[in-house]
């Protein structure tokens, strides 16, 4: 099946379920390309682009959803569309709800690692990167949008790696310390600098 078809499949599925679904348990996969969570909404650029308000708008209300996921997305937006998606993510969520981010971790201390994730590095997607965020980096983001931060993962200043549980239910990252192949040794050879912004209940 064509990536096209993916995504109006998704997008079709995605409306059936938001009509039988209380708005305010609706979560939403930004960016999903070709992956698929039980229980999500899964959209992309042509069918939500994080930053067009009339595409959040034609399918939610402000102040209505649980949740929303996005991994290796914000890393393709400049600083600028950057707080915009976040301005609107966050008018979007409701009270309560969040937003899960995984990007590159610009504090990982492999040189090889940052050679292939930084902007015009040598991975795979990397050409159109545009920031290459730490924790400090993109915490100050979320702040600046009126979110409260929650860190999940991440490399701290001093090259020490930091993780703490969190529920996939919650938003499955698979380019983290326990779900990327690359760190079966235990060791965090490829992980995602990932974080939690929760919009303050009311």
Known sequence: MGLKKKLWRYLHIGTLWLRTRAPWQVRVVLGAGGTYLDGWLHTDIN?????????????????????????????HLTLTEAKLALRLAFRYLRPGGYIRIAVPDGNHTDPNYIDYVRPEGMGFGAKDHKVLYTYQSISQLLLGAGFQVELLEFFDEYGRFQAKEWDTESGMIERSIRFDSRNTDGLPHYTSLIVDGVKPAA
Not at 47 to 75: C, G, I, K, M
């Open 47 to 75: 069918t939500l682009n994080v930053l067009a308000e009339a595409d959040w708008r034609r399918y939610f209300q402000p102040n209505s959803l649980q949740a929303l996921l996005a991994e290796h997305v914000w890393e």
